[in-house]
């Protein structure tokens, strides 16, 4: 059930950073071809306005593009047309079909002791309440453990207030525990009889601003709606609760579902010489959460990987390999353009000597993980080399890689893994504010300048990763 | 005209600030029990709960307060029962006739060339739109001065979308220029024919967030409807339209006007002893805007002079001259209190010593302003004296004091202006996220210490501060 939880309904791309990371070996030596080639991506990546122009042009021409919507499709031709500007080959787009999730309105007040009006947004997949919404009592619980440890009687008929704080922490490690009751708190609620779930929301501002995301439901459990509250209002709840008096909360939504669409994943490739055949793949997702651009989730990525890869394919020489990148459908809310790309290149997944993601955000990159084979590690050790000037630090041999690249992943393709710094990520995250003014073009392109140094070593050296048992 | 501004629809109360400050003359030496007593309430006022209480008492038990709501007349029965609870005597309300509008709903968005919904909020007292709302062409412009020069031929018909960004300052200097196009935005653009207001929020944060605060018509104008968009949505705009393409613009807002309801300024007292019936005015205001809980404007004022005023009635021996603390009604759209008060107690007028206002939010206060006859500017030097260990500095006998104190100020009261830092006021002020949490307990209880300073040396010493000429 763990397991599901980062394919399902995680944007979120971490290293897996233990405190005891096994130290590297000694490094291959890379082709002088190579570094100086590396070199002179670094250089260019600096200055590079295509990444920046990216997220610039998603963000003012498409906007929102929850899958879907009309936001959506204009996302897909949006990026149809601009990787076949760039010079990319093979501009394609593979069909997804999508689930379509609707906002609609949320109204979410204290009716008691003291009434107030609260800033609400509904999560992700939630259902809407009757027309007259649903009013109900609190109880207040400090976490899922808390939820799950409650009786029934406390429970039932009841809206539940999980009000955890999320950690603020550089390499996002505060996100996993803390997703974990918007994921499932309607279900662990409503198994006690809950009527509606309410979290502090998953975000770590306190600003007046409440984050969305994917939620769940399960079968055979009852559905709940299920809301977040921006910090501040959930603080407000807790001073009401700390009152001593019964607090009375009331939920009124329209969200609902609609009948699947059709979305894509575009894919738009440099070609490689030799070993053509052999693909590098670099990902991102086009998709975003309706509450706001997507600029860092996940516009940066698209942004990074594309100018990454455009720069490699502006070298005099082509790469060996080919460089693909891969614009993801519907990574937000069920990886559905995730899976489909397994399916859909089902025949070619031996060819996937390595793949990466971006979609993190446009922090600095800090550390850098690798998911390869252990004789392959020199290799590992030579890309390492090439970042350090970056003020790159080495994070081990378990990454997790991205949500995307997971299905490859877990079908043994091996990952590498930029580890952006998260500390204000989760300010913007799923969030009305992450909008473009939120992107550091410096930042941004240190990270072009880092996913263009391992896609092109990866490209260019003559071993592959080796091939990692598959995980499921 | 220009006068008119501060006194109808500042919120604002800032130092006179002038780059060549006269210094002080050499100070008057004050009583060991009054500079005794002043050391004593610093100490004490540092550790007072009771500022603070108040701040989270009205924003969790009261919230919004908006004049002429439901939630207006609760913070006046919450500080009436407080201001009991707390042992001021002479407890009174005074009945103010006060506007009552409503903000409604609203929707802003972008229609061509790349449609988006935008965050936006109405301004205070705009108009609302027909059922179906308006859509225009968008002009541009950068800030009042611009519009002025346009061509009614350029304006008419169309949206007019004033783009000026607003100055984060120490001292709220960004304030004055940024709120002229949120003021009369509506009645420059309506002269030369525009149908709809657009401005850059009045705030410095880069939140997708919009202020709100007071907006004015013209009898013989047309009245428009007026919002404001938010930093990143009015960057969008001004991307969308530096495109090149014609951008049209829609709003739909079901703000008005309902019939005016009563409100009250709320007064207790410490009483005097010797002088009792000169009085040492402090004030503050009850209401606030709709979108928060306006603890930063002004409960934060209320915390302040409320406890500022009962830690100087906490001393053994009461003050020579009775502390007036008044909660005024109805600060933010349109002083209805402060005309009422001086409406109301004009035959004790002359017995008012010297007012001072709290209503700049809890920043730490760095500096000190004066607006008292000159020859009793020892006075001040003395009162400075004590402040200055609390690291405020000595800015100028020119105060503006604060625009509750305004018809007082203009009657010829002298008035005290302690400057708070508002380096991040303009960051929650008239916004969503005006809330508890954005209060630091140490900076309130700073503030709490400078004006019992002040107040207290003011209501012990044998001088007063002398009469200004009348200003209007």
């Known amino acids: 059930m763990k397991k599901l939880l980062p394919l399902l309904f995680s944007a979120l791309c971490l290293p897996a950073l233990a405190n005891d990371v096994e130290p590297l070996p000694p490094p291959v030596e890379l082709d002088k071809l190579v570094r100086d080639n590396v070199a002179a991506l670094q250089e260019r990546a600096m200055k590079d306005p295509r990444a920046y122009e990216i997220v610039a042009g998603l963000t003012t021409e498409v906007g929102p593009r929850l899958a879907g919507t009309a936001g959506d499709r204009a996302g897909v031709a949006w990026a149809m047309a601009r990787l076949r500007e760039l010079g990319f080959k093979n501009v394609r787009a593979e069909s997804v079909e999508v689930p379509h999730w609707e906002r609609g309105t949320l109204e979410a007040e ?65 996100y996993g525990p803390a997703v974990a009751k918007r994921s499932r708190g309607a279900v662990e609620a409503a198994r006690l009889g809950a009527v509606g779930v309410v979290i502090r929301t998953v975000g770590t501002s306190n600003n007046r601003i409440a984050h969305t995301g994917g939620m769940r439901y399960q079968d055979d459990v009852r559905r709940i709606p299920a809301i977040a509250i921006s910090n501040p209002d959930a603080d407000l709840l807790e001073r009401q609760v700390a009152s001593g008096r019964d607090v009375s909360f009331r939920i009124r939504s329209t969200a609902r579902y609609l009948p699947n669409e059709m979305s894509a ?25 309706d509450l706001a651009t997507g600029a860092h989730d996940d516009a940066a990525g698209v942004g990074i990987v594309t100018a990454a890869a455009r720069l490699i394919g502006d070298l005099r020489r082509a790469p060996e390999r080919t460089i693909r990148v891969v614009l993801y459908a ?89 580890g952006q710094d998260g500390t204000y990520y989760f300010d913007v995250h799923h969030n009305v504010n992450d909008t473009l003014d939120k992107i550091d073009r410096d930042d941004l392109n240190q990270n072009v300048a880092v996913y263009a140094t391992l896609a092109y ?14 995980s499921r």
Chains 1, 2 share one sequence.
């Open 110 to 174: 204290i009716v008691a002791p003291f009434p107030q009006q609260l800033v609400a947004v509904s999560l992700g997949g939630s259902i809407g309440t009757p027309e007259e919404g649903i009013t109900a009592p609190v109880v207040m619980v400090e976490n899922l453990e808390a939820l799950s440890a409650m009786k029934p009687a406390d429970v039932r008929g009841r809206i539940v207030f999980i009000n955890e704080r999320m950690r603020r922490e550089r390499d996002g490690s505060g």
């Open 330 to 418: 519907n990574e937000e809310f069920g990886l559905s353009g995730a899976r489909q790309y397994v399916k859909e290149n089902a025949d070619t997944l031996d060819r996937h000597v390595i793949a990466m993601e971006a979609d993190f955000g446009a922090g600095r990159v800090w550390q850098f993980a690798s998911r390869v084979a252990p004789e392959r590690l020199p290799l590992i050790a030579a890309m390492q080399e090439m970042l350090a000037p970056l003020g790159i630090e080495w994070a081990g041999n378990a990454a997790y890689g991205g949500a995307d690249i997971g299905p490859l992943r877990d079908l043994g393709v091996p990952v590498l893994q930029p």
């Open 457 to 470: 070593i990866a490209a260019m050296v003559d071993e592959d990763f080796g091939r990692l048992p598959a």
């Open 265 to 289: 994943n575009v894919i738009g490739e440099i070609p490689g010489r030799g070993k053509k055949d052999e693909i590098v793949l670099l990902a991102a997702h086009l998709d975003s959460w």
